[in-house]
């Protein structure tokens, strides 16, 4: 469409990235899919885009619906260009914004709806919104919903969805609960995979360093004297994240923190002064793994080791975005070799470990030595995600037929 390629080239966007090149000539087709790629390749245009030029030439509507706020302002941000270009409206459902405000958005009639599963949920109850005319549904960061809880949410959402649309799933990792979900809700889908699940990008240099708790504060302070980038912070715990935070604005490092206890606003604030330079230093749980779209994130620091090893290949993938190169250092105590190994396995790959100047002697033995005594930090889902990578893809067929209803 000439006003989409239009916008493509006044921003100068003139190669496809894989997931774009593999996923856009289907979608155009009309074929339900799942885009398996990793973080930072893409993927919002690649379900974007032919949405855009399929509600172009008709009436009816699209529905984006995404796991956290952050994630649905990105994509809003991306897509608005191109919807305005085309005479599109857009609009934001998201919890923590005045539920007022979004009724007088659905006045303006806009024709594609960015949402989360809650605030969504809440609307379809009050009956404020009707998806019955949504024509293209695209779950965005379908496994990271899954692992928010959000199934019953999108069932209920996918239940209020006609019969017969468009659906399109992408997801960073393909686990067990992605495959029920594309064979009870989508027609046939046909499978897209750009990387394997677990697959990191290829631009950016990974290490973890042995560190004792008590150690990590002085740690993280000496490495962001060494690099003067911006820098992500990856905290466990929304307390660990504000602790993080004051120590570092007062040693004068100008940090922000971003967590589930920070209303929308204050979330958003942290976030654009981060984007605009404001901050030199955004501390993170992980609702900020696949909501960050920051190009310029020069070093990503895992403070604390994800509570499960999927969300490692997220965290990093806010570094060596748009094929730049990055750097991500993970902190990781004495005791969690396991966990050192299941990342590794994971990912295919050995972490480069290395001792910092400024620590005490930790032994290496004492760190990764004999696993099986080490705790186990990777138990709240012992097999959910080892077991599913092995499982296979839906049936590949172009055909479209009626979709069954959970």
Partial sequence: MPALLQV??????????????????????????????????????????????????GKRRGLIVLPTRELAYQV????????????????????GAPMNLQRRMIKSNPR?????????????????????????????????????????????????????????????????????????????????????????????????????????????QSLLQEDKGQVLVFSRTK???????????????????????????????????????KYRVLVATDIASRGIDVTDIALVINYDLPDDPADYVHRIGRTGRAEKEGKAISFATPTQARSIRDIEKLIRSPLQRRQHA????????ESVGSSDSAPRRFSGRPNSRGSSRRSGPPPRSGARGRMRRR
């Fill in 8 to 57: 493509l080239n006044a921003r100068n966007i003139t190669k496809p990235t894989p997931i774009q090149h593999q996923a856009i000539p289907l979608a155009l087709e009309g074929k339900d899919l799942i885009g398996i790629a990793q973080t930072g390749t893409g993927k919002t245009f690649a379900f974007g885009l032919p949405m855009l030029q399929k509600l172009a030439s």
């Fill in 76 to 95: 809003e941000e991306a897509l608005k260009p191109f919807a305005s270009a085309i005479g599109i409206r857009t609009a934001v459902f998201v919890g």
């Fill in 112 to 220: 594609i709806l960015i949402a989360t599963p809650g605030r969504l949920n809440d609307h379809l109850q009050k009956k404020t919104v009707s998806l019955n005319e949504v024509d293209v549904l695209v779950l965005d960061e379908a496994d990271r919903m899954l692992d928010m809880g959000f199934k019953p949410q999108i069932d209920k959402i996918l239940s209020h969805a006609p019969k017969l649309r468009q659906t399109l799933l992408f997801s960073a990792t393909m686990p067990q609960e992605i495959i029920k979900l594309a064979t009870t809700q989508m027609s046939m889908p046909l499978r897209i995979e750009v990387a394997p699940a677990g697959t990191t990008a290829s631009k950016v240099e990974q290490e973890v360093i042995i560190v004792r708790q008590q150690d990590k504060l002085s740690l993280l």
């Fill in 239 to 277: 307390h660990g994240a504000k602790k993080i935070t004051r120590s570092l604005n007062d040693k004068n490092f100008r940090a922000a923190e971003i967590h589930s206890n920070k209303s929308l606003a204050q979330r958003r604030a942290a976030l654009e002064g981060f984007k605009k330079g």
């Fill in 358 to 365: 400024s620590l005490p002697s930790v032994s290496m033995e």
